[in-house]
């Protein structure tokens, strides 16, 4: 790996067989290459923050097994209906103050109804007035509603395919792969930004993370944001329990994404809490250069800002805005 044109080259022709090959390279010479390609790319000192708000809590009608969402488990959660409007634009007022480039927003549902949408899109018109970019999760859509999203001026649609297609049944059983395949082509069609990533450390195989950096890496177009989640054990979920992941595998992991889809924002997501700051740094280092920011993601706990202002300080990072290289 050595030509600059190479190292800006965005491939969608990846194979199982290099993919399995990345992620099992000499450490030193993963990290390499990633830090590589990354700065072929990207300004290796900017990172990108979004902060996220769950404007609908809980009751959620799927089985995912990683979620304190679902309505199945006892999670000790309790639910909410959705925000009002003036709610969460103090929300995103407050992000944007503490340095917040995009506002997300997740609402736990299976799929939204169309009045609900309605709303929503009321919820994005109003932060994009106060000057951040707008990210939305809310389940599965039709054609009707990626529209009036795309239509409401939405800039990103998160919906995560979480781990290979193999591997799916084991933690999802309500919904299937090609379901999330088929919303994230209506989104990409619209026009809006994809944000499509998964979750590590669910007991899944080396093979099943190569299958889901795979299916994200040989999309028509990649991702523009990839989040990769470390799953955040929740008590009374399924996956409550699981074996912890090692931290060296999840830092291969977020280097091989940023080789795969060099020009794609790869966010370090959930599980931050549980990171020290030197491992945040290896997976800065491995090409990781967007995070969630501000104290809770959806309804589990996030590091502090000022524990992330100070991280930032201390690596020279700062905080930035650009979407796509
Ligand atoms: N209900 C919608 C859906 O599932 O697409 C949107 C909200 S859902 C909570 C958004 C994403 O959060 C999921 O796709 C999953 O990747 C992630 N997530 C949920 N619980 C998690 C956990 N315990 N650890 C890590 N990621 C999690
Ligand atoms: C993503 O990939 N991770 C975020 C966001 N997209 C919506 C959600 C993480 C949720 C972690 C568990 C919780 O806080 O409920
Ligand atoms: Fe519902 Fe989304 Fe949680 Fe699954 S991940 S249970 S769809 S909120």
């Known amino acids: 790996m050595s030509a600059t044109s190479e190292l800006n080259t965005v491939r969608h022709d990846w194979q199982l067989s290099e993919v399995e090959a990345l ?158 395949l088929d919303t994230l082509e209506r989104v990409r069609d619209a026009g809006i930004n994809v944000c499509c990533g998964g979750i590590v450390g669910m007991g899944e195989s080396e093979t099943d993370r190569a299958k889901l950096l795979l299916q994200l890496a040989t999309m028509p177009s990649h991702p523009e944001s990839v989040p990769i989640n470390m799953l955040v054990q929740v008590e009374g979920t399924p996956l409550h329990g699981a074996d912890a992941m090692d931290p060296i595998v999840f830092v291969r992991t977020i280097a091989v994404a940023r080789i795969l889809m060099p020009k794609s924002r790869v966010r370090l997501s959930a599980g931050r809490k549980e990171m020290s700051d030197e491992m945040q740094a290896l997976c800065f280092f491995a090409g990781a250069n967007s995070i969630f920011y501000g104290d809770k993601l959806l309804t589990t706990d996030n590091p502090m800002t000022n524990h992330d202002q100070k991280l930032f300080q201390r690596l020279g990072v700062y905080m930035g805005g650009s979407s796509y290289a």
């Open 23 to 180: 992620l099992a390279l000499p450490f030193n010479d993963l990290l390499f290459n990633a830090q590589t390609v990354h700065r072929a790319n990207f300004d290796p000192n900017e990172i990108q923050v979004s902060s996220l708000l769950s404007i609908k809590t809980g009751s959620c009608s799927e089985d995912c097994g990683y979620c304190p969402q679902s309505a199945r488990y006892d999670s000790d959660l309790k639910p909410e209906a959705l925000m009002p409007i003036d709610a969460v634009l103090k929300a995103a007022q407050d992000a944007k103050d503490q340095g917040a480039s995009r506002f997300c927003m997740g609402a736990a549902w299976r799929s939204p109804k169309d009045r609900d949408i309605e709303r929503v899109v009321e919820m994005v018109q109003g932060v994009k007035a106060l000057g951040m970019e707008t990210c939305v999760t809310l389940g599965m859509l039709t054609d009707k509603q990626t529209q009036a999203l795309k239509d409401g001026g939405l800039d990103y649609y998160n919906h995560n395919l979480d781990t290979s297609e193999d591997y799916y049944s084991e933690i999802i059983t309500t919904r299937t792969y090609q379901d999330r």
